[in-house]
């Protein structure tokens, strides 16, 4: 069977961990007698440069006519200075809610061989994971008006009722899949929309008696993630909450260069790293190009429902890690130092040896 992907290398780091993901992804595929016709877009600072447009219609025209997207990295220092409308960032925004991405799936997973490479004591780490349902297309970052002048900015905060009912079914339904417990983090003692946020998730919650759900503030739901992360399986939140809560999983699970991400709608469906474009090291060799490759392992779940397929790239993806082998943002004194090629190499042995094993 024929996929259509559009590939959305971006800026920095993203070209260098956008060639890793297609490697892992074509191997994978042939080994379940699928292909992949790939149609190569620019966004973000690359796509300013040379449209004076982060997003230009043809490059959403891609990711309508394809089956999944993958996404590299967008932004740098050098596009600082633009407009808001201009940056690169601007095209985040507006590739989600062009595809209708509502649901930002992100998982927080603690490889047993990566437990000293966050500043979190081991046995505080160790068991936890846990998966990050971020509601990606309503408040502050797309609520009117908006802006900023001499004296005062502001921002509008707002969600409606649809926009958090399919979040709250999708983590719900996910839960059923998992250990059947969801935490829903706002700021409800503050914030009308987050009263109105859990009015809205413990309606739905009764469609789902099976499920256990509680509630907890944002600044004790970051508290928790750092002081026993392992006690939370399904985190459900809001767009702002969600996207800070996620940059903290991805700290205690070691490096931001570990954690994927699969931004999910009704029709569309785009998987990226989790990290940005680091330009400190872009065209290095260094980055890690594992979050690209696990976030590949994703696409082959919700895209290609081929959940087998993603439990295959994380067992190669642990199996590497087992061996010791790290880019920087991992290693420490007595680990085999490796650079993005290589390291995607030696998942693809590893995937190998599995893959003849499995499908034998």
């Given amino acids: ?95 989600r809610k062009s595809l209708g991405l509502y649901t930002n799936i992100r998982p927080a997973k603690v490889y047993s061989s990566l437990l000293d490479a966050s500043s979190l004591k081991a046995d505080v780490l160790e068991g936890t994971d846990f998966v990050i349902f971020r509601e990606l297309t309503g408040d502050v970052y797309f609520g009117e ?34 250990k059947k417990v969801v935490v829903s983090v706002d700021k409800a003692n503050v914030l009308d929309c987050s009263q109105f946020w859990r009015k809205i998730v413990h309606e739905i919650h009764a469609d789902y008696p099976d499920v256990a759900l509680s509630d907890l503030y944002v600044d004790n ?3 928790q993630i750092v002081r026993d992360p392992k006690q939370f399986d ?63 392992g994703m696409m082959f779940s919700y895209s290609f429902n081929l959940p087998k397929a993603t439990a295959i790239i994380e067992k190669g993806i642990d199996e590497t890690l087992k061996q010791s082998y790290r880019t920087a943002d991992i290693f420490k004194e007595g680990d085999k130092l490796v650079s993005t090629t290589k390291m995607t190499e030696i998942v693809k042995e590893n995937i190998s040896k599995i893959l003849e094993e499995e499908l034998a």
């Fill in 1 to 95: 069977m024929m996929y259509k992907v559009a590939l959305l290398p971006g800026d920095g780091i993203g070209p260098e961990v956008a060639d890793a993901a297609v490697a892992v992804l074509e191997q994978v595929g042939a080994k379940f007698d699928l292909s992949f016709e790939f149609s190569k877009q620019l966004i973000g600072g690359c796509s300013y440069d040379k449209y004076d447009n982060p997003l230009t219609d043809e490059t959403i025209q891609a990711c309508y006519d394809a089956d999944a997207v993958f996404l590299g990295a967008v932004g740098g220092h050098k596009w600082e200075a633009l407009p808001q409308n201009k940056k690169p960032e601007a095209a985040l925004l507006k590739i």
């Fill in 145 to 178: 008006p908006r802006g900023y002048n001499d004296e005062k900015g502001w921002n509008t905060m707002i969600y409606n009722r649809e926009e958090v009912v399919r979040i709250a079914k999708k983590a719900f339904e996910t839960a059923r899949r998992r």
């Fill in 221 to 223: 739901a970051a508290m």
């Fill in 234 to 296: 399904v985190i459900l939140t809001q767009n702002l909450f969600g996207d800070i809560l996620s940059d903290i999983a991805a700290m205690i699970t070691g490096s931001l260069g570990m954690l994927p991400s699969a931004s999910i709608g009704d029709k569309y469906a785009l998987y990226e790293p989790v990290h940005g474009s680091a330009p400190d090291i872009a065209g290095q060799n260094k980055a890690n190009p594992l979050a690209s490759i696990a976030s590949i």
